[in-house]
């Protein structure tokens, strides 16, 4: 135990805790979304989806308590770095140059992460801790997509999420040393793929269900 939180309290570290919450928060995001997509087959379809998670009890209950620990270690190391990248670097350079491979991702990776904060609160808001004894989930989806506002938010909130992912996505595998040049291309190419699946996936669903329901 001591050799690890000498390990964590280095800032190679904190970058191999970001990239390991943050490669769990990917995975997390792709069982997300391929439930989420339950709701083209219908209100039956994905209120049999949201009743299986819960029926699930305590093992649920410890999967939701392992996503805090998560966020709070992504949340909590990647604030951390950026105030000592801050502080290592007060004055920002005059010209922004993109020739070392600086991308809208890393440029705004503290950013996006805080605005996906914001915006996970607001969504466990209105979707989880609510109270469903008289209404399903599918009602309660259908209800916040049928007004306008509400979808204009959540496909930002989605592009927000893309865009975040985009750079996260290579760069953990940066972190944890998996950047052999021979396939980092791929690495890359795997992360804007995926990005793009998020966003379309998560973007599409609002319109679909707002359009069709």
């Known amino acids: 135990m001591h050799w690890?939180?000498?390990?964590?309290?280095?800032a190679i570290g904190k970058k191999v805790l970001m990239a390991l919450s943050g490669l769990c928060f990917c995975g997390f995001l792709a069982a997300h979304l391929a439930g989420n997509l339950l709701l083209v087959k219908g209100a039956d379809?994905?209120?049999?989806?949201?009743?299986?998670?819960?029926?699930?009890?305590?093992?649920?209950?410890?999967?939701?308590?392992?996503?805090?620990?998560l966020a709070l270690v992504?949340?909590?190391?990647?604030?951390?770095?950026?105030?000592?990248?801050?502080r290592a670097r007060p004055v920002r350079y005059r010209v922004n140059a993109t020739a070392g491979g600086q991308s809208l991702g890393s440029a705004t990776m503290p950013y996006t992460g805080l605005l996906l904060l914001g915006f996970i609160v607001f969504h466990l808001l209105?979707?989880?801790?609510?109270?469903?004894?008289?209404?399903t989930v599918f009602a309660l989806v259908a209800e916040a997509f049928s007004h306008p506002v509400y979808v204009g938010l959540?496909?930002?909130?989605?592009?927000?999420?893309?865009?975040?992912?985009?750079?996260?996505?290579?760069?953990?595998?940066?972190?944890?040393?998996?950047?052999?040049g021979k396939y980092f291309g791929l690495v890359r190419g795997l992360g804007l793929a995926f990005a793009l699946i998020v966003g379309a996936g998560f973007g599409f669903l609002p319109v679909y269900v707002g359009m069709v329901v």
């Open 126 to 135: 209105h979707f989880t801790f609510v109270d469903k004894s008289a209404t």
């Open 154 to 180: 959540y496909i930002a909130a989605v592009v927000v999420a893309a865009v975040h992912v985009s750079h996260g996505f290579w760069s953990a595998f940066q972190s944890l040393g998996l950047n052999h």
């Open 45 to 69: 379809a994905f209120n049999a989806y949201a009743d299986k998670l819960q029926s699930l009890g305590a093992l649920l209950r410890v999967a939701e308590a392992g996503l805090i620990v």
């Open 74 to 86: 992504h949340v909590g190391t990647g604030l951390y770095l950026f105030y000592q990248n801050w």
């Open 4 to 10: 690890f939180m000498e390990t964590i309290g280095t």
